[in-house]
């Protein structure tokens, strides 16, 4: 299918709270990461979420230009080219974008969409993330509101991140200061009212809830989606059943399949997924470099093995392997076999 439509989107996560489901959104930052993001949805039969954060999009590009948006463009129209290869709906979305980086990342993005609908053709990106986290609330809705009444001028959708996710991704440690992982009631019910005031925009919250990212053992993360249920009973109670939110869960690795279906419940329809098919990925080439090391080394003055050291040997496993790890997502998600697309 071609990457899915603004309609197509809204319809997707609409349906994702109907059925208390999730779509898993996958960090990729090559054309091998995201044709196993795209292989693992179609064998699970469900749309999905592709994205690239600044740091991929970066890498995308190659380390002499180095330009993240750019790298963002690449990776999106390769998967604009493939996805209609394949039988589900892919959306894209790029990942954290804070304030500083704005210019740089999401802002060209949006005007590239822009250019792209005068001329008729789709939109490069469904949606994107404003990282106003690190902010005051009030200086993280200030970009906020603007930000999304551009974006919905375009059909795109914006994710906004109020409280702070812990982890590898900022200054935050999760022991440090546990009280900023916790998003309020309070804090849930300031952007609804400031962000609604763009009528008929859609937008994505990511809230915190105890969320890190990156590793940690099941377990070890003091999560507590009841959190996300406080803050969607406050939303009801002020602005009906259509208040509540399209919640997005950051830093999900390492919690438990309770964890997460309880999440999903309290309304979270998008999961971020990174550090578990980073590891999917290496995984089978770490493998590959053990068992075969004297054919993809030259050792001892032999010539070693072209068919071990072609990179297509192992990434192809890569691919494979992550491609899997992507079905377990869906799996975990509740979104096996639920694609809107229909042959
Ligand atoms: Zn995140």
Not at 87 to 112: G, K, R
Not at 155 to 179: K, P, Q, R, W, Y
């Amino acid at each position: 299918m071609p990457v899915a439509d603004y309609q197509t989107y809204c319809k997707m996560l609409d349906r994702a709270r109907e059925k208390g489901f999730a779509y898993p959104a996958i960090n990729v930052t090559s054309l091998v990461s995201a044709n196993a993001v795209l292989r693992g949805l179609a064998e699970s039969r469900s749309d999905g979420i592709i994205q690239v954060s600044t740091g991929g999009a970066a890498f995308a590009s190659g380390s002499s230009v180095r330009s993240m948006a750019l790298g963002a463009m690449s990776i999106a129209e390769h998967v604009h080219l493939m996805a209609r290869r394949y039988p589900v709906y892919v959306a894209l979305h790029t990942d954290h974008c804070q304030a500083n980086v704005l210019d740089d990342y999401v802002i060209p993005l949006v005007e590239q969409t822009e250019r792209r609908r005068a001329d008729g053709r789709p939109n490069l990106f469904n949606s994107h993330m404003f990282d106003g986290s690190a902010l005051p609330l009030k200086e993280n809705l200030d970009i906020a509101v603007p930000l999304l009444e551009r974006c919905h001028r375009s059909e795109l959708i914006l994710e906004i991140e109020v409280g702070v996710v812990g982890g590898e991704e900022d200054d935050v440690t999760a022991e440090g200061s546990m009280t900023k992982l916790y998003t309020t009631p309070g804090d849930m019910l300031e952007a609804a009212k400031r962000l609604n005031t763009v009528r008929g925009s859609r937008y994505l919250v990511a809230a915190t809830f105890g969320n890190v990212h990156g590793v940690y053992k099941p377990g070890h993360v003091k999560l507590r989606p009841s959190i996300l249920k406080e803050g969607q009973e406050a939303l009801e109670n002020a602005f009906g059943p259509e208040g509540r939110f399209y919640l997005v869960f950051h830093g999900g690795s390492g919690s438990t399949l309770q964890e997460i279906h309880e999440a999903i419940d309290y309304g979270v329809v998008k999961m971020n997924i990174d550090t578990d098919t980073q590891y999917a990925f290496t995984r089978p080439i770490a493998d590959h470099m053990f068992r075969r090391y004297d054919g993809v080394l030259k050792v001892d003055g032999e010539v070693g093995e072209k068919k071990a050291y072609d990179p297509r040997t192992y990434l192809r496993l890569a691919e494979a392997s992550m491609a899997d790890r992507v079905k377990q997502a869906v799996e975990d998600l509740r979104g096996t076999g639920t694609t809107l697309f229909a042959p």
